[in-house]
Each structure stands twice: as C-alpha cells, then as structure tokens.
C-alpha cells in the first residue's frame, strides 16, 4: 500500500515535471533554519570567534606578528580564512537558493535565464561593496561577475531545473572573464 502510494506519487510528480508553469525550486534537505555556521545544533570545528554573527569577523591585523614571525603570520591567516569560508558557503548556499527560485521562475514563464544587463548589475554592485567593505573594486567585480558567481549560479538555476522539472533543458552559459 505505502509502496503504490510513493508511485503514484511519483507518477503524478513526473507528469507535474512536464509543464513548466508548475516548476518550483525544491531547497535540499540541508537548507534549514538550524544549519548555520556557528549553530549549536552542529558539530563544528572550533573558530577563533563566534562565527554566527559578523560583526565579530576581525579585522587582519589581528595576524600580524609583533616579532615579525612570518611563519605564524601565516599560520595565523590560515586559521581566519578557514572560519569566514564556513561564514561565505553558508551564504554562497543560501544565495544559490534564490537563483534557483529566479531560474524556476524565469524558467516557467518561458524567460532567458540569462540576462546580461542583470548580471553587470549584479558584478558592479558587487565591485561597490567589496570595496565599501576594505578590499578593492577589481576583487568584487571579478566575485560577482561572469567570471565567478554569476557563472556558476547559472549553471546551479539549469541543474536544479533539470533535477526538478525537465532533464533536457539545457542554456549555453557563456563565461566571460574580463
Ligand atoms: C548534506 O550535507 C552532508 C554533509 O556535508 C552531505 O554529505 C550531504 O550530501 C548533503 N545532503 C544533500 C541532500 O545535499
Ligand atoms: C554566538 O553568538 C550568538 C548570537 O549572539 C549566540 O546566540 C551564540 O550563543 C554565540 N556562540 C558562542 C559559541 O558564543
Ligand atoms: C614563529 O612561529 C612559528 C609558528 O607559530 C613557531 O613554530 C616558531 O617557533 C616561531 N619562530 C620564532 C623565531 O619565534
Ligand atoms: C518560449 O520562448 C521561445 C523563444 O522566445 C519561443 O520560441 C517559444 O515559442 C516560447 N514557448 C512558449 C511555450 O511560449
């Protein structure tokens, strides 16, 4: 009975998977309220701060040797780098997750995924905050650019499209490194 149930199910889900109107982004399992870095709910690794909130993120002198040991500069920035990648795949994931919605809905009123104006939008103000934020606007823009986010959330938006609603659908994405 349970068995003939899930088929269905899944019959039904399949034949829905035909009609782009009804294409909706499904978040993974691993999406949730509690997955954070820094939650008490998972097992981490210890940080060097509290990484659940940002403002706690210091600043890099933090790692300068008073006696000019190279050596533990480096071990030191290491440990850093490693506590804000946790902090910058929880929002890397969490961003992928509205560009699949965006693709999901582009994707079921028959709209191009791609939109080079958006996506020069998208990299400039990148470039802006990166630079808002103390590093430079070069960085940012080549961040949130064709050449990196942008890129690689097309290919998220087509993947989780043929995951989700019709495995033939392909979109050339161009990569454009300026
Ligand atoms: C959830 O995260 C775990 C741990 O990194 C990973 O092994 C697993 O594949 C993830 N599950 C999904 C559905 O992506
Ligand atoms: C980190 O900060 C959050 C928010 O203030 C707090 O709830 C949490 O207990 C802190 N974690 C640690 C390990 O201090
Ligand atoms: C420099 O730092 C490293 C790593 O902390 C340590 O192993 C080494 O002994 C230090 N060197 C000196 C000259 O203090
Ligand atoms: C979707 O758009 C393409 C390109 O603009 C067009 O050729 C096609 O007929 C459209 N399909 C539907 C179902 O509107």
Redesign the pocket.
Known sequence: MANTTALLFFSLAAFAACSPSTCTFIPSTNATTTNYPGSSFIKTSAYPYNISVLSEVPIATICTSP?G?R??EL?CARIYIDAIDEQLAFLYARRLGYAAVAGASKFATNTSLNDPSRNDVVAAGMAAKVLKYGATEAAGAVMGGEGCMIYAALKYEVETIQEECNNKFTVDVERVCK
Do not use: C, E, L
């Open positions: 006696t040991n050596t533990a071990a």
